[in-house]
């Protein structure tokens, strides 16, 4: 099987929506159907982009730390799942229902086999 990452695109910050409790209960649902499946193999969600910490080399061996995410956007990466499916089309269907519970963009990319 193949695997892909589904990063969850959220809108720059904003208030939770009213029916957050009922977004999460729904979530949970849907990744307890797909571990019984078998898709679902690691999801995390992420806190916002100013608890970022953003590490570059740089030539002669400095290293560059700073705060804050690496790019200014109107949307960041709030949680991704990593999914396992026979083909795209298999992983979208599992997508196309999470974009239905979570109400939010989701960026679906492969893994590069090993």
């Known amino acids: ?8 695109q959220q809108p720059e910050a904003g208030p939770p929506p009213d029916n957050l409790d009922d ?6 649902a849907l990744n307890d159907e797909m571990r019984a499946a078998g898709a679902w193999v690691f999801s995390a969600g992420l806190h916002a982009p100013s608890t970022a910490t953003v590490v ?5 061996g400095e290293v560059l730390i700073t705060d804050g995410p690496y790019v200014e956007s109107k949307e960041y990466l ?3 799942s990593i999914i ?7 992983a979208l269907v599992w997508v ?7 109400g939010l ?3 679906v990319r492969p893994l590069v086999d090993e």
Do not use: C, H, N, T
Not at 1 to 8: A, N, T
């Open 1 to 8: 099987m193949k695997q892909y990452f589904l990063g969850v």
């Open 23 to 28: 977004i999460m209960r729904d979530l949970a």
């Open 56 to 60: 570059q080399a740089r030539p002669g």
């Open 78 to 80: 709030a949680g991704f």
């Open 84 to 90: 396992a499916a026979e083909d795209l089309d298999a």
């Open 96 to 102: 196309g229902r999470m974009a239905s519970v979570i």
């Open 105 to 107: 963009p989701i960026e």
